[in-house]
């Protein structure tokens, strides 16, 4: 199935807190609002859960020329107060 991170789990029939672990790699970075992103991955984990990221930290002209132009790269947005 395919989860939508950003948006809540449970309208997208999500069970919450059935997860054991959960991986992101490079992917919770291109959500406008990462507060409610992490928020969701932590409804869906169990008590005990655990979250693994993996993002790149630093980036370079390369990386920005490259992926810089697609969707989702620049869907950031200040977190709501």
Same mark, same amino acid.
């Given at each position: 199935?395919?989860?939508? !991170? ?9 069970? +919450?807190?059935?997860?054991? @672990?959960?991986?992101?790699?490079? $992917? =919770?970075?291109?959500?406008?609002? !990462? ?9 869906? +984990?169990?008590?005990?859960? @655990?979250?693994?990221?993996?993002? $790149? =930290? ?24």
């Amino acid at each position: 199935e395919l989860l939508n !991170i950003d948006a809540d789990p449970r309208l997208q029939g999500f069970a +919450l807190a059935q997860q054991h @672990l959960a991986i992101a790699t490079n $992917v =919770l970075h291109a959500t406008p609002y !990462i507060c409610n992103t992490l928020a969701h991955c932590r409804q869906l +984990l169990s008590p005990g859960g @655990l979250l693994v990221v993996n993002e $790149v =930290l630093e980036t370079n002209a390369f990386a920005q020329i490259t992926f810089g132009m697609t969707d989702g790269w620049w869907l950031f947005a200040s977190d709501p107060a």
